[in-house]
């Protein structure tokens, strides 16, 4: 397996609290990492640092080896240099985020569709790049078990329903990686297996992606390596089964041990 | 009973023509208080403080004040203080007065109401753009817009609806609209004076309007009512 993603030495303050302090990591082409670690911990800071939602002060990122931002270089990247950077990366947010004036397929063709429109070829073949869109859309949804809400607004469809949407939304423009911030927190438990079936299929069929999840069994059975996270640093990481099972740092410990007492 | 037959066959053009004008002031004003509204709101959200603070006074003192006022004030303050009376004479110029002063008190208000539908949008539809690799103004255009459109419908049918009757204050500078045409029959008209009924009648009017102007609004607010 090759490497796919190259964290090096990313640091990330707002104002004067470090909320990132000095994280590196790699992970593997087709491989699924998670990301756990309490509320405050910078789990989503660096999620959204991938996805340059937030840029970070200090730092390395490379995509298959190319160096696609340094913390020192950044302040000359120009708008349409960030955008390609960003679609090495898809993000799959908390609270879904659809666009409601569009159906679920619409809100899956959508930046696809804006992308072929600045290619050169889109006038000539209009008609015949929008129709492939739109399939590609439509298999995507039907890969999340969505065939029949389709043609549905956003306020139609369950959360874990628009959750699958904005999945498949993220896979439509074919990440490298694909990040999922907390993707169940917004949902009850019965919604919550939905989702997690789909991203379980996800890591079946070697999507990269990295997981940021409050569900520890999920990051247990799922992930080919975990991360936690404790205050703003990695404090502990590796294979899952080993981290869960015989943690080696105490903080990993009480961690992990404040979550079997909430789940028993 | 037939007195008021026989006048109303002067009345009744009187005050279309008054109606006319009414109208011409109306969509005058609209059209040029949507668009300089939304340059006030991004004024009053800019980045750059004093263009904020000075966006912000000035909206202040136009929605803290009676339009009436700033009627006034615009129509007599170039020609008294100025000895300059770039408006003109005759009903040219009070409907170029009345004109100014209506869309500029009205951008003010407009302004306040798309700062609240910009900012009712969440953070979040902006974000799940970028992350899909568009730009800041296919966001804005392909995301964002509709919904600030639906959100600001409500307030701005409440707004507009206001504008139909506020229109009857730029009687204040002669403006020749249908208050002026109706008061026109009680000092004395096409030989009809004393006639207060024409005044009253004026109602009946904007009354149409509006109710024209809610059933579209109605009709509008109604089609975005698909997505929430």
Redesign the interface.
């Known amino acids: 397996m090759s490497v796919i993603l190259e964290v090096e030495h990313i640091r990330k303050s707002f104002g004067d609290t470090e909320i990132l302090k000095d994280i590196s990591f790699a992970m593997d082409r087709g491989s699924t990492l998670s990301i756990i670690g309490s509320s405050g911990s910078g789990k989503t800071t660096l999620l959204r640092c991938l996805n340059f939602l937030e840029t970070p002060d200090e730092g390395i990122i490379r995509v298959h080896g190319e160096k696609i931002f340094d913390a020192k270089e950044c302040h000359n990247k120009s708008d349409a240099e960030i955008r390609k950077s960003r679609l090495h990366f898809g993000l799959v947010f908390q609270s879904f985020n659809l666009f409601p004036q569009y159906t679920a397929v619409q809100n899956v063709m959508l930046a696809e569709e804006l992308l072929a429109k600045e290619q050169p070829e889109y006038k000539a073949r209009k008609k015949e790049i929008h129709n492939n869109i739109e399939k590609h859309a439509r298999e995507l949804l039907s890969q999340m078990g969505l065939s029949n809400r389709e043609d549905n607004y956003p306020h139609q469809l369950s959360g874990g329903q628009c959750q699958r949407v904005a999945i498949a939304r993220a896979l439509a423009l074919n990440p490298d990686i694909l990040c999922f911030d907390e993707p169940t927190s917004a949902l009850d438990p019965e919604l919550t297996g939905e989702v997690l079936k789909v991203i379980r299929e996800l890591a079946q069929r070697n999507t990269t992606m990295i997981i940021v999840t409050h569900e520890m069994a999920f990051a247990r059975d799922v992930a080919d390596s975990v991360i936690f996270m404790d205050n703003g640093t990695i404090c502990e990481q590796g294979n899952p089964r080993e981290v869960f099972a015989n943690p080696k740092e105490l903080r990993t410990k009480q961690f992990l041990a404040r979550y079997r007492e909430g789940s028993s | 009973m037939d007195l008021i037959r026989e006048q109303m066959k002067i009345v009744i053009p009187a005050l279309n023509a008054g109606f006319l004008q009414t109208m011409r002031l109306f969509f005058v004003t609209l059209l040029g208080a949507i668009p300089f509204g939304l340059l006030i709101s991004l004024g009053s959200m800019s980045k750059i403080k004093p263009i904020r603070v000075f966006v912000k006074v000035v909206v202040w003192i136009v929605r803290g004040s009676p339009l009436m006022i700033q009627l006034l004030i615009i129509y007599y303050f170039p020609g008294l203080v100025w000895k300059n009376p770039i408006w003109g004479g005759g009903e040219t110029g009070r409907f170029l007065a009345a004109s100014v002063a209506f869309i500029f008190n009205y951008a003010c208000y407009f302004s306040e109401i798309y700062r609240g539908g910009i900012q009712s949008i969440?953070i979040?539809?902006e974000?799940?753009?970028?992350?899909?690799?568009?730009?800041?103004r296919?966001i804005f255009f392909?995301?964002k817009l509709?919904?600030m459109i639906?959100a600001i419908v409500p307030p701005m049918s409440n707004e507009i609806i206001t504008l139909v009757k506020d229109t009857s204050l730029s009687r204040i500078i002669a403006l020749q609209e249908i208050i002026w045409a109706g008061q026109a029959f009680m000092k004395g008209s096409q030989g009809i004076s004393g006639a207060i009924w024409p005044l009253f009648f004026t109602a009946v009017y904007y009354l149409i309007c509006n109710g024209v102007l809610t059933m579209l609004l109605g009709k509008l607010e109604k089609k975005l009512s698909?997505?929430?």
Do not use: D, I, N, S
């Open positions: 969440p979040g539809q974000e799940a753009g970028l992350v899909l690799g568009m730009t800041k296919q392909k995301v509709l919904q639906k698909y997505f929430k």
